[in-house]
């Protein structure tokens, strides 16, 4: 009880901060002296951008705002975008899948890829494979997502014409079924293997630890001094207890890829959350700013509620300590 | 961190070698233009539902919404041309105007275009602020004449306000009248327009569009059956793995570009621009000619444009009109960079000789130091301009005249809302619209107009020339276009000596596109993109 006691302290309080700190961003969505290279920006005459602040009710003082924002939320009502023009919840639902999508993928893979190579390392700890793994990926954890999602860009895509330069579909192309699904894979492939390759070497650094700390245990030697198989020793014994941090990681990682996946997605121009994330804080839209931050607040919480229930099933131990 | 310094280095290495290898191709035999195509593929991303109350107040919002919705007046690269309105007429010193509506004009529906659909939309408009119209609130009454004619009275005579009306978007009565709230009006009925083209798709999320030529259009027959607007995350490569039919060329791939003669390279009018202001009431140093002309002398806008915009720019004119603008005097003061007489300029207007720090101090011993504002340059732009860059240049040309600059740079709001509360000492702004009618310098300068928040209308704050307020607000309502020229002229020659503020330079960008997909593109006399243009994609008369 405690628990969701204190989950709801938190959305609050962060609801609270996406309200508010929007809004103290110097500037406002209606005033713009200055514009882009290259492009134009609408000239708002004084009365054009009052008229649009008392529109959309930014002229109202700031706590009616705020109560008017908690009494819409809840009844479900996220808001209207100003630059995009339509309502906050719309526009998440037809951004959101894109994200999920990226950000699932990489994380099974890179969970996947970590693990494995981490457990490898941690098996042959110590010798030329570890250290040459132990390299690569700290070499690799060096470079930000954006990074190498733009050497993969001009290396698979402009260069040798393996993979689309940006979006998520092929436009006008009509494809259905399982081309649609081949297209999309296609599109999502590079900024899927940009994300994967920089969280992996996190997830296989904190698998090798995991593993050499498990190895170092009486039970494995006794498994070993047994002469039991060591493919049994690895995945009976070692990555099973091994797992309890690495499974907090996967579900913490979720709400951190966001970040990466925001640049990524930028570099690819992927129609996810990432690339509206930056548009509304640029457009200082504030309902799809407070819409898109709640969406992800509750994606982590969600998250962490999930790492601290598995966490219970797979250690008992720790559902007893917190009992107790 | 040095790891990452040298992955940089070498990301950008490989770009440039990509770029270098994929644009370096044996130049060919001038391919054959086409006047025609069937399907051309554009740059795309969201700007928005394509109503004149949905899109995205910025250019390609506002440009993709004109093939839908017809106007009475249209530009062409040398004015306003009939559209809609076969002809107009200015009475009682703009007071009123008369358009003729041009008959045989029908929706995408099929319904005719009427007067009642002209007075609506305008009433419209007056009522509810289109996203690209600044009619909203300046109209006093539309008077249908009779079945052709539209007599429109303004609240205040103006020069802009025929452009204003000529360019509001006409609507359909029939589908609009009942609508109360125009920006959430996006059902299919509302992109019911009489413009050369329909909207056959639309996808915010993607950013996509797709344009197919209205059959039943009155004017020019449109050149282009097909328009589809696609995102691109890296617009040259695109273009050059066909994806794109057009595509803006940084100066230093340009060169590649030239050397294939399949393509065809377009240099757009200098019609963005950098400008330098001054907070005179803050810093009442500033009120002095002298100090600002000095300033002037002390800085080498060529050296500036060749360093900050690899030559992809124009040095401005010190009478701000850009040198490509139809009003343009070419007889304004040059200020030749000279920091000799710069220097002179300081110390024959009393200001010490250069102390140890390098400074000069003024009659009250305070020195010439001052703080210079600009953007930290967040946003991700095609071409970025590096404002900081330009900033550090100015602070190093003008040490050598003695005055010192702190650079103070913050991210692009928060610059903006500092110049709106006019939290400056100097700042820098860029932004385009340098083409548009020269009316903006009223909005500017003029003294009995409260400072404007928009991009043309900031000013130094705290100039005051009794001489120019005159000039511009006879202008305002001068209607015959060679006197108002001749004031025009006179307004820039007194900027270019007064300098209430530093233009620094204009962009040029070049566009680069296969003449043998497409070649009828042109640009409007007062805006620098082929693409915005309607014209472009209808067939040209011979």
């Not at chain 1, 290259?38 to 706590?63: C, D, F, M």
């Not at chain 2, 700007?47 to 107040?57: K, R, S």
């Not at chain 2, 140890?356 to 732009?381: H, V, Y």
Request: net charge positive; charged share 20%.
């Amino acid at each position: 009880m405690s628990k969701i006691i204190e989950y709801i302290l938190t959305l609050w309080i962060i609801l609270s901060l996406n309200f508010f700190l929007p809004r103290l961003m110097p500037g406002d969505p209606f005033l713009f002296v200055a514009g882009d290279e290259g492009n134009t920006v609408a000239q708002h005459t004084e009365s054009i951008r009052e008229s649009y602040i008392n529109y959309y009710g930014l002229g109202k003082p700031v706590h009616i705002q705020y109560v008017h924002y908690i009494f819409e939320l809840f009844q479900g009502n996220l808001g209207h975008s100003f630059h995009f023009n339509e309502s906050v919840s719309a526009i998440l639902l037809k951004r959101f899948p894109w994200t999920v999508f990226l950000i699932v993928s990489a994380v099974v893979l890179s969970t996947i890829i970590g693990v494995v190579l981490g457990s490898i390392s941690a098996w042959f700890q110590g010798r030329f494979l570890d250290h040459v793994l132990y390299f690569c990926l700290i070499l690799i954890a060096e470079i930000p997502a954006f990074l190498l999602a733009l050497i993969f860009l001009f290396i698979f895509s402009a260069e040798f014409n393996l993979f689309p330069l940006s979006g998520a579909i092929t436009h006008f192309a009509g494809y259905k079924g399982w081309k649609w699904l081949a297209d999309i894979c296609h599109h999502a492939a590079l900024p899927i293997l940009s994300l994967t390759l920089v969280r992996s070497s996190g997830m296989y650094l904190l698998a090798r630890n995991s593993m050499i700390t498990v190895i170092a245990k009486d039970y494995i030697r006794t498994a070993i001094a047994k002469g039991l198989n060591h493919y049994r020793i690895l995945f009976r014994h070692i990555i099973k207890n091994a797992m309890l941090p690495i499974v907090t990681r996967i579900f913490l990682s979720l709400g951190s890829l966001v970040g990466g996946a925001i640049l990524v997605e930028n570099v690819f121009s992927y129609p996810g959350l990432g690339l509206l994330m930056r548009e509304a804080v640029l457009m200082h839209d504030y309902p799809l700013i407070q819409g898109i931050f709640l969406l992800v607040t509750v994606c982590v919480l969600t998250a962490n509620y999930l790492a601290d229930w598995l966490y219970g099933c797979l250690d008992p131990r720790v559902s007893i300590k917190s009992r107790k | 961190m040095k790891t990452k310094h040298v992955l940089l280095l070498t990301v950008i290495f490989l770009m440039t070698s990509i770029i270098a290898c994929n644009t370096n191709q044996s130049p060919e035999k001038q391919v054959a233009s086409n006047r025609n195509a069937k399907i051309i593929r554009l740059e795309g991303g969201d700007w928005g539902y394509p109503t004149p109350y949905a899109h995205y107040p910025r250019g390609p919002g506002g440009y993709k919404t004109n093939l839908i919705f017809d106007s009475l007046l249209e530009s062409d690269e040398k004015g306003l041309i009939p559209w809609l309105a076969e002809k107009w007429k200015t009475i009682d010193n703009g007071k009123h105007y008369l358009f003729t509506i041009r008959q045989n004009v029908t929706f995408h529906d099929g319904s005719p275009l009427t007067p009642e659909d002209v007075a609506f939309s305008l009433e419209y408009a007056n009522q509810y602020p289109q996203s690209w119209s600044y009619l909203y609130q300046s109209i006093q009454s539309v008077r249908i004449q009779d079945k052709r004619n539209v007599l429109v009275t303004v609240k205040k005579p103006s020069v802009t306000m025929l452009l204003y009306i000529g360019r509001t978007r006409i609507l359909p009565r029939h589908i609009w009248k009942d609508i109360t709230h125009p920006q959430q009006f996006t059902s299919k009925a509302s992109i019911t327009g009489c413009g050369p083209y329909c909207l056959t798709a639309y996808n915010k999320s993607h950013g996509i569009y797709r344009f197919e030529a209205f059959k039943n259009y009155w004017g020019p027959k449109p050149a282009v059956q097909v328009i589809e607007f696609i995102p691109v995350s890296q617009p040259i490569l695109a273009y050059e793995r066909g994806e794109i039919d057009m595509a803006v060329v940084p100066p230093d791939v340009l060169p590649g570009f030239q050397k294939d003669a399949r393509n065809k390279i377009v240099k757009s009018p200098a019609f963005w621009g950098i400008r330098l202001l001054f907070n005179l009431k803050s810093v009442p140093q500033f009120q002095n000619k002298a100090l600002r002309q000095a300033i002037r002398y002390a800085l080498d806008l060529n050296a500036l444009v060749e360093k900050t915009t690899r030559g992809a720019a124009i040095p401005a004119s010190a009478g701000i009109l850009s040198p490509d603008h139809v009003l343009f005097n070419p007889h304004v003061k040059v200020y030749e960079y000279n920091v000799n007489k710069a220097i002179a300029l300081l110390e024959s207007a009393g200001y010490s000789p250069i102390d140890k720090d390098g400074t000069r101090n003024d009659q009250n011993g305070k020195p010439l130091s001052f703080q210079l504002l600009c953007s930290s340059g967040a946003r991700i732009s095609r071409s970025p301009i590096s404002e900081i860059r330009i900033a550090e240049m100015i602070k190093e040309y003008l040490q050598k005249a003695g005055i010192h600059i702190q650079v103070k740079s913050a991210d692009q709001r928060s610059r903006d809302a500092a110049v709106k509360n006019h939290q400056y000492e100097m700042v820098l702004l860029g932004h385009g619209g340098w083409g548009s009618d020269p009316h903006f310098l009223k909005k500017r300068f003029a003294n009995d107009i409260r400072q404007g928040n928009s991009l043309n209308e900031c000013r130094s704050f705290g100039y005051h020339n009794d001489r120019l307020n005159v000039l511009l607000n006879q202008q305002a309502i001068t209607f015959d276009h060679q006197k108002r020229k001749q004031l025009i002229a006179k307004i820039q020659m007194l900027l270019s000596e007064e300098l209430p503020e530093i233009p620094l330079f204009n962009t040029t960008n070049y566009t680069v596109f296969r003449p043998s997909t497409y070649d009828g593109w042109c640009f409007m006399y007062d805006h620098h993109s082929l693409a915005h243009s309607k014209l472009s994609f209808l067939e040209k008369q011979r």
